[in-house]
Every structure is written in structure tokens, then in C-alpha cells.
């Protein structure tokens, strides 16, 4: 049996303390760079919106009109982390009785490609919302369509 001086009992117990401390300070620390790597990807996620939609928009916008529609821009609400889809209509389609009778099927069509689409991945895991604001081409201050849609409504 090995008998302890004073002096080797008070180094062991201070030797336990502090392995005790180091243990709680890496815990803390894994906590503290979790957090922030956390709050830096939502950070990053609304930058990296905010580029996309950006670069969207200089790359290929105006779009060519395709079934009477034209994409004139894609813009990111950083405050409401919303993509909105600004679009024109044209020639029959830019006739706001034509779209309010079928304002519901264009809804439902929208709805239905923000769910089946896989570059909105990210997004929607991330639960941006997405508008589309349709305006008519002879009278750009006319909207004839304007829909938001939620996580709750693409989940």
C-alpha cells in the first residue's frame, strides 16, 4: 500500500480538477462553435439567395417569352426570405378576365413545380417562401396574378 504525502494528494486531487475543467471548457467551446456555425449558415443561406437570384436575373433576364410568359427578373426578400418571380404576360394570356377565371389552375400549376422542383431543394428545407408576380405586358403597372407560397403550402 502506497502512503500519499500531503503534498502528492494535493497535486493528484488538483491534477482531476483541472482534467474535470478542460473537459467542461471543450464541451462549452463545441457548443460555442456549434452555435455559431449555425447562425453563420442561415447567414450564408440568405446570401447565397440573394447571389442566385442576382445572378438569375443578369444571366437571363428578360427571358425569351415561352407560352406567353416572360421571366423579367428574380429577386430575394432578405426580410421576409421570400424569392419573388417577377413575369409578364402577353398577347392572350395579358387579358386579366382570362387570368381570374383561371387563377386557380395557374396557382395549382405553380404550387405543384415549387414541389417537384430539385434546385429548390435548399430552399425549401430552409422554408423560403416563393412569389410570383405577374403583370401584364401592355400595362407593366397592371398585376393580374400574385401568389405566395409557404412551407406549409408546398410541404
Known amino acids: 500500500m502506497r502512503i500519499l504525502s500531503e503534498k502528492t494528494f494535493f497535486c ?4 482531476i480538477f483541472a482534467q474535470k475543467i478542460t473537459y467542461m471548457m471543450k464541451k462549452l467551446i463545441v457548443i460555442a462553435i456549434a452555435t455559431l456555425a449555425l447562425t453563420a449558415c442561415q447567414k450564408s443561406m440568405e446570401d447565397r439567395a ?7 436575373t443578369q444571366k437571363y433576364c428578360p ?45 395549382n400549376g405553380l404550387l405543384q413545380s415549387i414541389r417537384e422542383s430539385t434546385n429548390l431543394r435548399v430552399y425549401k428545407e430552409a422554408e423560403f417562401s416563393f412569389r410570383y408576380l405577374v403583370r401584364s ?13 409557404k412551407q406549409e403550402d408546398y410541404k
Open 50 to 56: 440573394e447571389a442566385e437570384a442576382r445572378a438569375y
Open 137 to 149: 405586358a401592355k400595362n407593366p403597372q397592371q398585376v393580374l396574378f400574385d401568389a405566395t407560397f
Open 63 to 107: 427571358t425569351p417569352v415561352y407560352n406567353f410568359t416572360r421571366t423579367d427578373s428574380l429577386v430575394f426578400d432578405r426580410t421576409s426570405r421570400t424569392f419573388v418571380y417577377h413575369c409578364s404576360l402577353t398577347d392572350e394570356m395579358d387579358d386579366s378576365t382570362v387570368i381570374s377565371q383561371n387563377s386557380e389552375k395557374l396557382r
Open 12 to 15: 493528484e486531487k488538483n491534477h
